[in-house]
């Protein structure tokens, strides 16, 4: 139980376009989900936290109208990249809290974005 | 806010050695405590957590953490490493409420086995 998937698992696209990443909590329902981005050889770093039904609160630093989240359901939230550039080019994970596991998240396998 | 220090980029061990990886953490509380590994292009497998109770913490795959108070620790053991154990390890820490629950990310560790 408690998978989380994300689609795409990969992704290039070219500079000034946009790119939209889903990630579903297959088995669960979970009220809050998660938006994280890797750059290589570094750590995880927060960018967004999404609560269904209800915008998403943004880190410091992340731009909100850059980095779109959609939660509108408690399975699916959705991160679109808009008007994508090179230095956009990361793995961006997922995670989801379930209803019923308040203090653990599950995180999905990751998307690897490239803008060229 | 929280925060969580991993003073070791990268260690390596031989085969069938024993492993600690050290995490230190900073929160003013009592706090959640997760140590995750993640292969190449991968996502994240949760290993063991801490919530509560014995400090003592059994993961899978024979890790084992032990949190300690006194000293704002939670470091990862595990008797004999086994050449798949190589990857990256991340020590992560949570707050038990409003703006701290969220996970915070140490810089992670690399392990590389020998054969």
């Known amino acids: 139980g408690a998978v989380v998937s994300q689609h795409p698992s990969w992704v290039i696209c070219k500079s000034g376009t946009s790119v939209k990443i889903e990630c579903r909590s297959l088995?669960?329902?979970?009220?809050?989900m998660f938006w994280y981005h890797q750059f290589p050889k570094q750590s995880l770093m927060l960018m967004a936290t999404?609560?269904?039904?209800?915008?998403?609160?943004?880190e410091q630093g992340v731009e909100k109208d850059k980095f779109l989240i959609n939660h509108a359901s408690l399975t699916l939230s959705t991160l679109t990249v808009t008007s994508a550039h090179p230095e956009d080019s990361s793995f961006y994970i997922c995670?989801?809290?379930?209803?019923?596991?308040?203090?653990?998240?599950?995180f999905g396998p990751g998307t690897r974005l490239t803008v060229t | 806010a929280q925060s969580v220090t991993q003073p070791d980029i990268h260690i390596t061990v031989s085969e069938g050695a024993s492993l600690e990886l050290r995490c230190n953490y900073s929160?003013?509380?009592?706090?959640?405590l997760f140590w995750y590994v993640q292969s190449p292009g991968q996502g994240l497998q949760l290993l063991l957590k801490?919530?509560?109770?014995?400090?003592l913490v059994q993961g899978i795959k024979g890790f084992e953490a032990e949190f300690k108070r006194s000293q704002s620790s939670f470091n990862l053991r595990k008797p004999s490493v086994h050449w798949s154990d190589a990857a990256e390890y991340f020590c992560?820490?949570?707050?038990?409420?409003?703006?701290?629950?969220?996970?915070?990310f140490g810089s992670g560790t690399q392990l590389t086995v020998l054969p």
């Open positions: 995670s989801a809290r379930a209803l019923a596991e308040r203090n653990e998240q599950y």
């Open positions: 088995d669960f329902q979970a009220t809050t």
């Open positions: 999404s609560n269904e039904g209800s915008k998403a609160t943004y």
């Open positions: 929160y003013g509380a009592t706090p959640y």
């Open positions: 801490y919530f509560s109770g014995d400090t």
């Open positions: 992560a820490v949570e707050g038990s409420s409003g703006s701290a629950r969220q996970l915070t």
